[in-house]
């Protein structure tokens, strides 16, 4: 007995036979067909699946392709806005010696790092809005 997994692909192949029998020799496929053929590639090869039915691979391949869901969009970058003045609060409680790092990159890959002692506000936000804009 066949399995009802096997079932699907039979019923589709007897639903060709029965349309080539009523059409003439070299007539097109209607799409339908290849939407059921299509919907069972989860489940079988595109090699199993035109040996059953008789379908040309390049045309299932084609409606294939025709049929995948287009790529889901990219999730948007997260984006953190700060304001100069948030990068050192504690401007005081840095010690004399210590300095800052930062880094900033921006979509094309172009890099800015800042090694900076004791960073000024104003002078961060002037550094990187003519690197960011630039």
């Not at 900076?116 to 003519?130: E, R, W």
């Amino acid at each position: 007995m066949d399995s009802p997994v096997h079932l699907d692909l039979l019923d589709l192949t007897a639903q060709l036979d029965t349309w080539r029998q009523s059409h003439r020799q070299r007539a097109r496929i209607p799409d339908h067909f290849y939407t059921a053929a299509v919907s069972l590639l989860d489940r079988y090869s595109v090699s199993a699946i035109c040996r059953q039915t008789r379908l040309r691979p390049a045309s299932l391949r084609k409606h294939a392709a025709l049929h995948a869901a287009p790529p889901a969009p990219a999730p948007p970058t997260p984006f953190l806005q700060l304001a100069a003045a948030d990068l050192v609060p504690h401007r005081a409680a840095l010690a004399a010696d210590s300095h800052a790092r930062l880094l900033f990159e921006r979509a094309d890959g172009s890099r800015l790092t800042l090694h900076l002692p004791t960073p000024d506000p104003a002078q961060l936000h002037a550094l990187c809005s003519a690197f960011l804009h630039s």
